[in-house]
Nanobody
Framework: QLHLVESGGGLVQPGGSLRLSCEASGFTSGYYATGWFRQAPGKEREGVSCISSSGSTTNYTDSVKGRFTISRDNAKNTMYLQMNSLKPEDTATYYC????????????????????WGQGTQVTVSS
């Protein structure tokens, strides 16, 4: 079983930055896409950004393009989300997820085809 743990959330002022981390443990072998999702109160969960196992393919939802950057360090079994120029509408609980081997970045991010989910970390953007 693949276990995911997020960290790095917090309270930040508009225009500020945060870096989220997602560390995997357990059955980490294999090549699989991973990604970040978020859910704000009263809203549906949305795929924020996803990345292929090699890091060569990424996907971003339109609202974060140019502000967020996804990356992963496979040696450390860790994925990151660098969030810059944060806006109040970025406020949400952020979850990381991992797909089954063979699932595309698109399928993970758009259709949430994940095999494992983290417990979430809260990001609040407010002055």
């Amino acid at each position: 079983q693949l276990h995911l743990v997020e960290s790095g959330g917090g309270l930040v002022q508009p225009g500020g930055s945060l870096r989220l981390s997602c560390e995997a443990s357990g059955f980490t072998s294999g090549y699989y896409a991973t990604g970040w999702f978020r859910q704000a109160p009263g809203k549906e969960r949305e795929g924020v950004s996803c990345i292929s196992s090699s890091g060569s393919t990424t996907n971003y939802t339109d609202s974060v393009k140019g502000r967020f950057t996804i990356s992963r360090d496979n040696a450390k079994n860790t994925m990151y989300l660098q969030m810059n120029s944060l806006k109040p509408e970025d406020t949400a609980t952020y979850y990381c997820a991992a797909a089954w081997p063979g699932t595309t970045v698109q399928d993970l991010c758009v259709m949430a085809k994940a095999r494992s989910w983290g417990q979430g970390t809260q990001v609040t953007v407010s002055s």
